[in-house]
């Protein structure tokens, strides 16, 4: 939506352009505003196009001082308040934190005057208590009407999608959803694609029927039509509304191909905690909800654009693997990265190998030899015929990105269908024996050595490679320069493995 993406830029930075004009009413009020933020967030999301993170956060600040104070209060506040958390969650800076602290404070008490303002309400508490680790309750009350609107039907798919999948409210919120996709109506334009977005992305999310897409789909499309012919005369409603759907039609092609399919990141032999701005302690460091530079929720999206859900995975073995069908494996810790990890074992090895000999699919992600574990993680990928030599490679002096390219050539052993620039930062290297077969070598730097593996093992399929690449830092599309395409490699990598699996 490229059109819409400058209105945001002009409106929500202090000019007018493209005719949308900022006045007092609803094109430039604090919440229109805030709906057009959320519609660049799932832009971002979507695309990781790094103008839009730059955007939404220039927009925010905008209204905070450098103490985290926010400018508005009341209703205007709480619009403002996923845009806030979500800055928070990516940089992790305290001045924010402090704004989304503040507003759910103002929430104590306060009743939504209308289904916008519930909304923005209960999307923010689901972002808050989500980041925080605290009282899921709290957001199955904010979601306890009986409104039909098609604010409430966003709201509950937004908010469903911040809760974990371990959320005990999550289930209740999910029957809500359902229920309410078949009573709701949708008034005016903002209403229709709201509405339509809601519908697309609870599909995608396997959330409600296959069979609602086709028919959203036709007339979202229309819908989406008349927002990208021309601006004028949208206000930032509209045009937020419009992005938001856009975010799903983008993803309309895919998000049936792979439903059913879960996708599991290791939890056990990579258990990193951190503490979260409230004091509780969370799980970080390539998880699907780290949204921070450490974590793998863009890689997370890159699966879920085909339709497959995620879950995260203990101690492997049998219970813990049934249902998984792609299993993912990043840089094994070491003491100093968590005094207490979990080595890998015999049993796990075990574990491992009969679930890929059944039909799953293992994604192998190292590190480098400083920064993770070999000796015993070595053990699991021998199995399939894959060593990782304790080395570093690739090693970068500041930001010259260049000396961590990896040319990855289209058609790479089937893998990789298109050609992608990689970005691989402190790698290993890879030692083969049958099963395994090299599918990538470096050219670039170190002289051919081996850098992704494929093992066929049973049923199923072991891929393997020195780096854990695709985690936000290098996916999000707010450092590298234009040239490294690394969402664009994790969207292809995602559709290997889903295709894979048995």
Known sequence: MKVLRTVALGVLCGVSVCGVAQTAEAPGSVAAQALMLDGVIAEWHATADGRDFKLVKQAVDKHLTADGVLDVTGADAVAMGVPVVTLYRVTLEAKYWKAATAIHEGLAGAKPASPEEMYFAATFLAAYTATAHENYAEVKQAFASADTSAWRLAALVDGIDFLPANAAERADLISALQRAAEKTSASGVVGERLRSYALL??????????????????????????????????????????????????????????????????????????????????SFHYKWDDDANSGFSFFGRAFERYGAQLTTVGKPTAESLKGVKVYIIASPDIPSKNPKPNYADSADAEAVAGWVNAGGVLLVMQNDGTNA?????NGITERFGIHLNAVLRNTVEGSKYEQGKVVIPAGTTGVFRDAHNAYMKEICTISTQAPAVPVLRDMLHNSGEVYMAVAKYGKGTVYAVVDPWLYNEYTDGRKLPAEWDQFAAAKDLARWALEQSK
């Open 201 to 282: 992305k609870a599909v995608r999310m396997g959330l409600l029927p296959q069979k609602i897409e086709a028919a959203t789909l036709k007339s979202a499309t229309k819908l989406r039509g008349d927002a990208g012919v021309d601006a004028k005369g949208q206000d930032l409603r509209e045009a937020g509304a419009a992005m938001l759907l856009s975010s799903e039609l983008d993803q309309s092609a895919t998000a049936l191909t792979e439903q059913g399919k879960t996708v599991g990141i290791d939890a056990w032999f990579n258990s990193q905690m951190r503490k979260g701005p409230n004091g509780a302690d969370g």
């Open 373 to 377: 574990e070999f000796e015993h993680f």
